[in-house]
């Protein structure tokens, strides 16, 4: 057996996600872009370079791994590039998107040599969360002033606009879209790509992708543009668990078992967005499963199982692929999960383990 802990990523449920990029791509004549922030694990960039048309960045290092381990097209992005940065970044690139126009005008020369385009914040979006909506006041993301934007029009062929978070509602993403035709269709037409992000949570359960896919369309029609998506969970959502072991059980009024593993520095989203994780068991025997580290909140979260627990059961932590080996840290020295794929085969191949010297290597 694979000494947990280890994030394991399930190349069947993998495909089932490829197979509706597919259903969208051919529908709509989208491209569709491996959103890198969100997943970049590139042993099975494989199986995904077959399904996706590039990859879009969110610095230097994302821009550079999703050329050299993807290929196909790739956007780099940057909320701020700095000046050592962007003759590397231009060589790397197929599109660079800025973030403002000072940024565009500040770069002007250095990037000519490749399409380029600015990002525009329609200022709403669908993110239930302030930390994480780019349309919250005074947000630095995007510009969002049509007469300062129609300055650089000459200079750029295409818009990024992302304004999505984890939208399963279609009729929502159509109403704001329409606001978004309406309040800078005049520039839109003049475009020759528009990025419309990623955060559409097209691969979920009941998601009507022919009717998003004619939406996409009829707005690339409209406008004369190729549609970009940068899905991110959309790609990946329950194509992975992190696998764990029960080290200890404990009651302090409630049955707690403690895992070697940590929320902090595996799973970190679940304390930023105050979320509880999710574990495909039910039962009669209620327990807070809890990490290894030394933060009193490190919790995964509360579930029911079918029998008592003991120490050296092995636990299967739900949907952590999207947001987590890219945050994963080395907080309280606490082991780093390897990195397992399951075959087609059901076959398993360890392709990546950390140890002592990642850990050491990582701080000096």
């Given at each position: 057996m694979i000494q947990t802990p280890f994030y394991l990523i399930d190349r069947a449920k993998l495909a089932r996600n490829m197979a509706v990029m597919d259903e969208l791509r051919d529908g709509s004549g989208a491209k569709v872009l491996l959103a890198l922030k969100c997943f970049a694990t590139w042993p099975v960039f494989d199986q995904m370079r077959e399904h996706m048309d590039g990859t879009t960045s969110s610095s230097l290092y994302e821009l550079r791994l999703g050329r050299e381990k993807f290929g196909k097209e790739t956007h780099a992005y940057s909320v701020a590039w700095p000046e050592q940065e962007i003759a590397e970044a231009v060589g790397y690139a197929d599109k660079i998107i800025f973030n403002s126009v000072g940024q565009?005008?500040?770069?002007?020369?250095?990037?000519?040599?490749?399409?380029?385009?600015?990002?525009?914040?329609?200022?709403?979006?669908?993110?239930?969360?302030?930390?994480?909506?780019?349309?919250?006041?005074?947000?630095?993301?995007?510009?969002?002033?049509?007469?300062?934007?129609?300055?650089v029009m000459d200079r750029v062929s295409g818009f990024m606009i992302h304004y999505n978070c984890e939208n399963a509602d279609f009729d929502l993403f159509d109403r704001q879209l329409t606001r978004i035709e309406e309040e800078f269709g005049g520039l839109l037409a003049r475009l020759t790509w528009v990025s419309l992000g990623g955060g559409i949570h097209f691969t979920g359960e009941g998601y009507p992708v022919a009717k998003l896919a004619a939406r996409l369309k009829a707005?690339?029609?409209?406008?004369?543009?190729?549609?970009?998506?940068?899905?991110?969970?959309?790609?990946?959502?329950?194509?992975?668990?992190?696998?764990?072991?029960?080290?200890?059980?404990?009651?302090?009024g409630k049955d707690l078992a403690i895992v070697d593993s940590s929320v902090e520095a595996h799973m970190l989203d679940l304390l930023i967005y105050r979320q509880a994780g999710k574990m495909e068991v039910a039962g009669d025997h209620p327990y807070m499963?809890?990490?290894?580290?030394?933060?009193?909140?490190?919790?995964?979260?509360?579930?029911?199982?079918?029998?008592?627990?003991?120490?050296?059961?092995?636990?299967?932590?739900?949907?952590?692929?999207?947001?987590?080996m890219v945050k994963k840290n080395w907080f309280n020295g606490v082991k780093m999960p390897s990195i397992v794929i399951k075959e087609l085969d059901g076959s398993m191949t360890v392709a990546r383990e950390f140890g002592y010297a990642d850990f050491a290597g990582n701080l000096g």
């Open positions: 565009l005008e500040r770069f002007d020369n250095q990037s000519a040599s490749i399409a380029r385009g600015l990002r525009l914040n329609p200022r709403f979006s669908t993110s239930g969360f302030d930390l994480a909506d780019p349309a919250r006041p005074f947000s630095r993301l995007g510009e969002w002033d049509a007469g300062k934007i129609e300055r707005f690339s029609d409209r406008f004369g543009v190729q549609v970009y998506l940068e899905p991110g969970e959309a790609a990946i959502t329950g194509a992975a668990s992190l696998e764990v072991t029960v080290l200890d059980i404990l009651n302090n499963i809890c990490g290894k580290s030394c933060l009193a909140g490190d919790i995964f979260g509360e579930f029911n199982f079918p029998a008592p627990l003991t120490v050296g059961d092995r636990l299967s932590i739900a949907d952590a692929a999207g947001y987590t």
